[in-house]
């Protein structure tokens, strides 16, 4: 099946610095890839929508400005998290579609989640 | 307007007995369901996904899957639990018939595997 690469697995940052993930779709074009962040024991929350070459859409009650999203090719969607604080610790996980086996019947490839914990 | 909703948040099994966990939807439009698997600190993994097909999906591992209109249903099931399916399952619905459709959580089912 096809195959979503996230990066890093694991960060660790000072609280204030900024971090981005990467999520890239390995063997297929995506022009649409989801963003979701996981708090533990809990489901998948999505965050925002990335488009490729226009603005993300973004779930109520998520930050813009907080989180970055950048989708600058077919195969390649960032998140940056920006001043990051203590509580934006978090497992985020990245989503692709592969639009080519149809709108309604792709199913969501997932990359294998970045853990983010800021100190 | 959609939702899943997965009845059971844990649940628990003897190895080598039957597994089923269960998941109600709601759907303006017809939709697309499927079942995924979560391993502790991974992503989440494609088990079935039933689209309009056959009402009996067969899956990786020996689960699957029946869409039950009538019920709006898509209770997940495996004759015999092992060790290794530990982990959180998921039932997701998508609906809406374009690429950026929406696609909605349940809240996850955590499975356990008594020895």
């Known amino acids: 099946g096809a195959v979503v690469s996230q990066h890093p697995s694991w960060v660790i940052c000072k609280s204030g610095t900024s971090v981005k993930i990467e999520c890239r779709s390995l063997?297929?074009?995506?022009?649409?890839m989801f963003w979701y962040r996981q708090f533990p024991k809990q489901s998948l929350m999505l965050m925002a929508t990335?488009?490729?070459?226009?603005?993300?859409?973004?779930e109520q009650g998520v930050e813009k400005d907080k989180f970055l999203i950048n989708h600058a090719s077919l195969t390649l969607s960032t998140l940056t998290v920006t001043s990051a604080h203590p509580e934006d610790s978090s497992f985020y996980i990245c989503s692709a579609r592969d639009v080519g086996a149809g709108p309604n019947t792709g199913e969501l490839f997932f990359g294998e989640g970045s853990r983010l914990t800021v100190l | 307007a959609q939702s899943v909703t997965q009845l059971d948040s844990h649940v628990s099994v003897s190895e080598g007995t039957p597994v089923l966990l269960r998941c109600n939807y709601s759907?303006?439009?017809?939709?697309?369901l499927f079942w995924y698997v979560q391993h502790p600190n991974k992503g989440l993994q494609l088990l079935l996904k039933y689209t309009s097909a056959a009402t009996l999906v067969k899956g990786i591992n020996g689960f699957e899957a029946e869409f039950k209109k009538s019920e709006t249903s898509f209770h997940l099931t495996k004759p015999s639990a092992h060790m290794s399916d530990a982990a959180e399952y998921f039932c997701v619905v998508s609906a809406g018939g374009s690429s950026a459709s929406k696609i909605i959580f349940g809240s996850g089912t955590r499975l356990s595997i008594r020895p």
């Open positions: 990335s488009n490729e070459g226009s603005k993300a859409t973004y």
């Open positions: 063997d297929f074009q995506a022009t649409t």
């Open positions: 759907s303006s439009y017809s939709p697309s």
